[in-house]
């Protein structure tokens, strides 16, 4: 089971990190209950885990305009299982 926190009335959990050749490590994220699907992190957070690029997807975002965003892959810990997800590089804020 998952547990999270409300930090500023957001609900909001921390998921573990798995690179190659380092320690795991934890990132709090908020929840956004209308997203699916992948994680979002700041581009400067993807280059710093150096996690690899797999695709691109064409987003809407929330002023309507449509643009590109890189998809990347990174191993989590999920609930004490060992997954991997993809993570689109976009905003300032880690969401979820």
């Known amino acids: 089971m998952i547990y999270g926190r409300l930090i ?3 609900p909001t959990v921390s998921v ?3 690179l190659p050749a380092q320690p795991d490590f934890s990132m709090s994220f ?3 209950t209308r997203f699916n699907d992948y994680l979002t992190l700041p581009p400067q957070a993807v280059n710093a885990m150096s996690l690899p690029l797999y695709s691109t997807i064409s987003a809407i975002l929330a002023d309507g ?3 590109l965003l890189p998809v990347h892959v990174a191993t ?3 609930d004490n299982v ?3 997800v993809p993570v689109l ?3 300032y804020k ?3």
Do not use: M, Q
Request: proline share 4%; glycine share 8%.
């Open 8 to 10: 500023d009335g957001k």
């Open 65 to 67: 305009n449509e643009t």
């Open 16 to 18: 573990v990190f798995r």
């Open 76 to 78: 989590i810990i999920w």
């Open 30 to 32: 908020v929840l956004d």
């Open 89 to 91: 590089a976009s905003g």
């Open 82 to 84: 060992e997954k991997v």
């Open 94 to 96: 880690p969401l979820f």
